[in-house]
Nanobody, 114 residues
């Protein structure tokens, strides 16, 4: 059993920054991908960033150059540094672990508004 707990969401003005953290507990394998998805009201959940084994990272086109995903394998943590935030980044952000089965965190709200 794996548990994922996110933290770091909140309200930020456009152009601001936030850093999300996800603490994973249970049996975590470094070769399984971890990362972040988000879901805005009325929209489907979408990939934000995913770190594959070997630390290659896939980003959604909409966040490339603004968001950075990183992973601390020793601490079983994954982070999402979000810079130059835009109102369209407003969503609930979910931590994800590509185990068998897949695991999701409970989500943390990010609101970008002036």
């Amino acid at each position: 059993q794996v548990q994922l707990v996110e933290s770091g969401g909140g309200l930020v003005q456009p152009g601001g920054s936030l850093r999300l953290s996800c603490a994973a507990s249970g049996v975590i394998f470094s070769f399984n991908a971890m990362g972040w998805y988000r879901q805005a009201p009325g929209k489907q959940r979408e990939l934000v960033a995913l770190i594959q084994s070997g630390s290659s990272t896939n980003y959604a086109d909409s966040v490339k150059g603004r968001f950075t995903c990183s992973r601390d394998y020793a601490k079983n943590m994954v982070y999402l540094q979000m810079n130059s935030l835009k109102p369209e980044d407003t969503a609930t952000y979910y931590c994800y672990y590509n185990g068998r089965p897949e695991y999701w965190g409970q989500g943390t709200q990010v609101t970008v508004s002036s």
